[in-house]
């Protein structure tokens, strides 16, 4: 891996995560050598067969489903052997998805979408409205229990080596909600997962957090929730899309982009206390509104 920005130090945050994951008997990759100097990473080689090569529309809805079940596993074994271990060592202990991070993200969106891609200019006042509407939700989500979240657990980061599923990408992990890492996998923007298959793995993981925790858990709020992640995170996807493109001339992420906000117009029209939120947000992104 050759790091975009070298770390000068003995260890970047991928080199202490991976640490981090592989001491808690995950599979994420050994990093055998860190030219710090040079920003380059010596890294165990997963291969080049992506999660995606198996849940893909050309295989059958049996194998989707045996798939997406090992990776649901893997990420509930994730999510509580990390967020039970994590330390002040951990670089994700110390990130959260607080408040400000969730509406600066929301804010890339409408800087590189809204007023980038699209060219809708947004006056102080315009602005002042849309982030009050979306307000909110990122309080709502910032107020969860933290778990520790990889942040990019999609089928484009999971690789598969003899029959086990790999994980990589895991260098911005921070802490927030247990729904986000579902969400970026049962809502992705690469492959859509048909509305059963996510039912059938949302309450997969929901069995696996019971049982490690030992306790019931409230499914009505953690569906909400899972809505509320699915609108943000997907918001924050597509404002990264745009990115690409508006800053780097990179336009093969612009086919996802309709995809990704079906999700949230989907997500949106299942809570009517979010009626103003999606029409104040139709105002400049009009493929949120319900199909009439």
């Given amino acids: 891996m050759w790091l975009e920005k070298p770390e000068h130090e003995k260890e970047s945050d991928f080199t202490r995560l ?28 997963f291969g080049d067969t992506l999660f995606l090569d198996f849940v893909g529309p050309d295989q059958s809805p049996g194998t989707r489903k045996t798939w997406y079940r090992r990776a649901v596993t893997l990420l509930a074994e994730m999510q509580v052997r990390a967020t039970r271990h994590i330390g002040p060592d951990c670089p994700a202990f110390h990130l959260r998805f607080d408040v400000e991070k969730l509406m600066w993200e929301f ?18 006042r315009d602005l002042a409205e849309i982030r009050a509407a979306f307000q909110p939700v990122c309080e709502t989500l910032a107020a969860q229990s933290l778990c520790f979240t990889h942040r990019d657990f999609h089928s484009r980061n999971l690789m598969v080596q003899n029959d086990r599923i790999k994980i990589l990408d895991f260098q911005d992990a921070r802490m927030g909600p247990c729904q986000y ?40 709020n953690f569906l909400h929730i899972f809505d509320l992640m699915a609108i943000q995170r997907n918001l924050k996807a597509v404002g990264t899309f745009a990115f690409q493109k508006m800053q780097h001339g990179t336009g093969r992420y612009l086919t996802y982009i309709p995809n990704t906000l079906g999700y949230v117009r989907q997500a949106l029209g299942r809570h009517s206390e979010l009626a103003p939120f999606r029409d104040t947000l139709a105002k400049y992104i009009p493929e949120v509104n319900l199909a009439p």
Avoid: C
Avoid at 28 to 37: I, Q, T
Avoid at 107 to 124: I, W
């Fill in 107 to 124: 804010d890339f969106m409408l800087t590189h979408y809204v007023e980038g891609l699209k060219k809708r200019s947004l006056s102080p």
């Fill in 181 to 220: 890492d579902l969400v970026s996998l049962l809502k992705d923007s690469y492959v859509h997962v048909d509305d059963e298959l996510v039912r059938e793995m949302t309450e997969w993981f929901i069995q696996l957090k019971e049982n490690a925790e030992g306790r019931k858990t409230d499914r009505q």
């Fill in 18 to 45: 991976a640490k981090f994951l592989r001491g808690l008997d995950l599979p994420a990759p050994e990093v055998f050598h860190h030219d710090s100097e040079n920003g380059l990473l010596f890294l165990e080689d």
